[in-house]
């Protein structure tokens, strides 16, 4: 079975949601949308105190290329227009609305008949790529690189295939899961349209073998859509990675930064996104809501969430029974990727994928211990790095040494301080180095 080559590591899964079907959350009382829910530029209010505004109204519009635009997704009126702290623990300017009904843009299709590639022929290129840049439409297996920038390649690039991310490598997230299960066709619909955007006949959808329900399930339902392939994946983390998921689907090698996935001939979007792509061509729906997952060990009802962006995360947990007792800390996104959050008061946003709820001893860290020189971490890394040496160039901040090094390589899945013996910090020290040599690249650049 097909699977990437380099690196890897096998955490126990804990899917403890899987069976949970998608139930729909209620509306919060007052939703706060942050500016910053993509990478790139900020989007710029174009709402202020006072204004009424319906599910679907555009609250900030793309603040650059590299951007995209925010939808109320709540109706109601807008109290102010200030700052509030998001999952990385920065004040950011963000938008209050205070919820009133639930009245939605007419213009948004809410039924569920399911609409065709063939049932519009008037769809071309330009048209989708446009559709999906006004709807607001990011990357939402965590990433959130605004969609219309990856489906515009640069002059001579050229894409071959498109790669449907539907791993779901991270231990306890389910919600990708869930989505193939009750939405094949929509997603299969949405695919079309990247490939059409794109230009494209073939098609892959990546799925690990631990969801032989959606492997089924989404084989089958493929046989009605020309050129679109499921490939079966063996389970390894980070296969969710685009470049390790390139690997394992059409074996090619996506080189170091600045190369991208388009140097090879792929483009890559996560399942969560081909859905929402498919609501936003084919329904006018701008991206308002997504699925979470809310799970943990002693969780009550672990669940996948169908909520409003600008939903708070304490909302959301307390539909699934509310705080454990014996909470040690709560992790915004998977237990490998995401980060510890400050407090429950945060707003869900584009990027929100999962909430996970550990317990005293799970989020317990054991003391560091020397470098037993065992190179387990090297042998892990997916990126073919030396985390043991970027970590302590970063603890040292020798960043000449850490570019060298090519730590800005470095995917952040965490498969090195997995798996350390000694239990050393060596993500978190890299983070640091990366993120200062990227710093240090672009003031460079900018001379």
């Known amino acids: 079975m097909k699977t990437f080559k380099i690196g890897g590591v096998h955490p126990a899964e804990n899917k403890l949601s899987a069976s949970s079907p998608i139930r729909e959350a209620a509306l919060p009382k007052q939703a706060i949308f942050s500016m910053f829910q993509h990478i790139g530029a900020p989007a710029k209010p ?21 951007s995209a635009p925010i939808h109320s997704s709540v109706s109601g009126k807008v109290t102010k227009v200030d700052v509030a702290l998001d999952a990385s623990g920065t004040r950011r300017t963000a ?68 790669i449907i991310n539907a791993v779901e490598c991270e231990p306890y997230l389910t919600a990708d899961h869930r989505l193939m299960l009750e939405h094949p066709e929509e997603i299969l619909v949405g695919l079309q349209l990247i490939m059409k955007a794109v230009d494209v006949k073939k098609g892959y959808i990546g799925i690990e073998n631990n969801k032989p329900d959606a492997i089924a399930l989404m084989t089958e339902k493929a046989k009605g859509y020309e050129g679109i392939e499921v490939v079966p994946l063996k389970v390894k983390y980070p296969q969710g990675g685009e470049k390790q998921l390139i690997d394992a689907v059409i074996g090619r090698q996506v080189p170091a930064p600045p190369a991208i996935p388009i140097n090879v001939g792929a483009v890559v979007q996560n399942v969560g996104t081909a859905f929402a792509i498919y609501q936003a061509v084919m329904k006018n ?25 600008g939903t708070p995360f304490q909302q959301l947990i307390d539909e699934c029974g509310g705080l454990p007792e014996d909470t040690g800390k709560i992790i915004g996104g998977g237990p490998m990727m995401g980060k510890a959050l400050l407090n429950l008061d945060i707003p869900m946003t584009k990027g929100s994928s999962g909430l996970l709820i550990m317990n005293d001893m799970e989020a317990r860290r054991v003391e560091p211990q020397p470098c037993i020189r065992c190179a387990k971490c090297v042998s892990a890394c997916p990126m073919g790095l030396e985390p043991y040496l970027l970590s302590k160039m970063s ?37 640091v180095g990366k993120s200062t040599v990227m710093g240090i690249i672009r003031s460079r650049a900018a001379k």
């Open 285 to 309: 729906k701008p991206l308002i809501d997504r699925i979470i997952t809310v799970t943990g060990k002693s969780v009550k009802q672990p669940s996948n969430l169908l909520a409003r962006l």
């Open 395 to 431: 603890a040292k901040e020798d960043w000449e040494g850490a570019e060298k090094n090519d730590v800005v390589s470095c995917i952040e899945c965490g498969s090195c301080q997995f798996t350390c013996p000694s239990n050393r910090p060596l993500l978190d020290m890299i983070r």
């Open 46 to 66: 174009v709402v202020q105190k006072g204004d009424e505004v319906k599910v679907g109204t555009l609250l900030a519009e793309a603040g650059g290329f590299v």
């Open 95 to 162: 938008i209050y609305v205070d919820v009133v009904g639930d009245e939605w843009e007419e213009s948004i299709d809410r039924s569920s008949t399911l609409i065709e590639l063939s049932d519009r022929p008037d769809l071309d290129s330009k048209t989708i790529v446009e559709k999906i840049k006004n709807a607001g439409i990011v990357g939402m297996g965590g990433a959130t690189f605004p969609c219309h920038v990856k489906l515009s390649p640069p002059p001579g690039s050229k894409a071959e295939c498109v």
